[in-house]
């Protein structure tokens, strides 16, 4: 892939708000936020209701995220443009999700809804009503997810990218300060993974980095862009802001996101775990 192929920008995306084949969909780590305001025509995906298993600690199946996408009005042929708040962070878990179960035209808006209303463009309440379609999933692709042995065979040798927090990454914390109901058993970091945060991709006004920049970013501390990588966090999702920059913009060959992540690493029997940083 390529930075042209999968983002597109806020004027794009007015220019297309009455195009055929084209659905926005709006995804935030608050859900709530969409229902205070939207941008025309856009759709709802709840991540934490839609995305995620009731009952397994998974994800959706190939059944239930085709219902989920045909219960939206999406269609196998169309462009999904996905956008949220915090620069993108549950957008691009939904977007990691689309490819997972094989769509194949899915975008990210560059800056998201941080970028859409830093530019006072026009938000709206009015919630569309797509007629329902009969969206069919593929197989997942599992070149893109790792898995908790995958895990334990990279280390060191190939690139894990450990994503959270740095307090998080030694061990001070267990989860996110604003989560503290999601934790593992234990704190610290996979060995040998080096601590990069999500966040850093992006800039001020939430669009993603340069190129350059974002090459920079990693290289300089020390992902081989010659070996493959897993990305993980704490449940995957921050992870898969990661893996887009380096799978989709960067175009780094075999990149996988461990959705199970720390919550799942650091409940494991007998796993080697690290404290404090990188070695």
């Not at 998201?112 to 830093?118: V, Y």
Request: aromatic share 10%; glycine share 8%.
């Amino acid at each position: 892939m390529s930075r042209s192929a999968v983002l597109v920008d806020a004027d794009w995306v007015e220019a297309n708000l009455d195009a055929d084949g084209i659905v926005l969909v709006e995804v935030d780590e608050d859900a709530s936020a969409y229902d205070k305001g939207h941008i025309r025509g856009a759709v709802k995906i709840d991540w934490r209701q839609d995305l995620q298993d009731p009952v397994r600690r998974d994800f959706v199946d190939r059944e239930g995220f085709q219902a989920l996408l045909s219960s939206r009005g999406i269609g196998n042929d169309d462009t999904v443009v996905l956008y949220g708040g915090n620069n993108n962070w549950f957008a691009s878990y939904a977007y990691w999700y689309f490819k997972l179960y094989g769509h194949e035209n899915v975008k990210l808006l560059d800056g998201g809804r941080k970028k859409w209303e830093l530019d006072s463009r026009e938000l709206v309440k009015d919630v569309p009503n797509r007629p329902a379609t009969n969206y069919q999933a593929k197989d997942q692709d599992l070149s893109i997810r790792a898995f908790r042995d995958d895990v334990v065979a990279a280390i060191g040798k190939l690139n894990l990218v450990d994503v959270r927090s740095p307090d998080e990454f030694t061990g001070k914390l267990l989860a996110p300060a604003h989560l503290p109901q999601e934790q593992a058993q234990r704190a610290g970091h996979v060995p040998t993974a080096r601590n990069i945060p999500w966040s850093k991709a992006a800039n001020d006004d939430g669009t993603f980095k340069s190129d350059e920049e974002l090459k920079a970013l990693y290289e300089g501390e020390g992902v081989d862009f010659a070996k493959d990588t897993i990305a993980y966090c704490r449940i995957g999702e921050r992870s898969a802001h990661s893996w887009f920059v380096l799978h989709e913009i960067l175009d780094q060959a075999s990149v996988k996101n461990y959705d199970g992540s720390w919550t799942e690493y650091g409940s494991l029997v007998g796993v080697p775990i690290e404290l404090g940083e990188a070695r």
